[in-house]
């Protein structure tokens, strides 16, 4: 499976807009980018997902570079509930593959 | 809409005993469903992967002797945990996937204590 990498941690203010990186370095072309987020307790909450066009939803935009090797989850105007690790995940598009989650970025969001 | 549902969501049992768990699908069909370990530690590990139709595939460290999973219809999966010992604890994730390849629903997981 290919490996992202993200930062481990990040901080940020109430209202401000957040871009999580993502490098995907050997992202294979049937390779799809899955966004989840989690938070204590819960189980992974789906956030977005793309192959090469930007995409966005009520929760975030996702910027994924021309070359596919990075992209950058950007949530606007974030609020204390945008608190928690969010997961950059590649997924091929056959039926029988997985996700397979990484340790993901701790993201900190305080008043 | 379409969720994932875990049950029980907290469970403790006796080192050496058992343990069911149990997921269901609403408002979608299921066609396949991944079992996860999320240890104390947060590392997920992927236990196996369940596609209606196709045999269960598991994951290398886990088998089918100690993680039996049943997957009968397109709404619900259940998996055990044989002989559970402390380094069984966790919370487990059932993810599930519906027809078009959408991208899996995860349920709130269930969280296994071993005393």
């Known amino acids: 499976d290919a490996k992202t990498t993200q930062p481990d941690s990040m901080e940020s203010t109430e209202g401000e807009t957040v871009h999580l990186p993502c490098s995907h370095a050997t992202i294979s072309g049937n390779e799809y980018i899955y966004w989840y987020r989690q938070v204590p307790l819960q189980g992974p909450e789906y956030v977005t997902h793309g192959l090469q066009q930007n995409t966005t939803n009520s929760m975030a935009f996702l910027a994924i570079a021309s070359d596919r090797k990075s992209s950058t989850l950007i949530l606007p105007h974030v609020s204390l509930r945008d608190a928690a690790v969010y997961h950059c995940i590649l997924r091929a598009s056959s039926s029988f593959s997985k996700l397979v989650f990484g340790q993901g970025t701790s993201l900190s969001v305080v008043p | 809409g379409a969720l994932v549902y875990q049950y029980p969501r907290r469970t403790i049992c006796k080192s050496g005993t058992s343990m069911r768990m149990e997921c269901q699908a609403v408002?979608?069909?299921?066609?396949?469903v991944a079992w996860y370990r999320q240890s104390p530690q947060k590392t997920f590990e992927l236990i196996a992967l369940?596609?209606?139709?196709?045999?269960?595939?598991?994951e290398q460290n886990f088998t089918q002797e100690k993680f039996p999973i049943s997957h009968p219809n397109l709404s619900f999966s259940s998996m055990t945990v044989l002989n559970a010992y402390l380094e069984d604890r966790g919370l487990y994730l059932c993810g599930a996937r519906g027809q078009n390849n959408q991208a899996p629903l995860f349920g709130e997981g269930t969280r296994l204590s071993v005393l």
């Open positions: 408002g979608f069909q299921a066609t396949s």
């Open positions: 369940s596609t209606v139709n196709s045999a269960i595939k598991y």
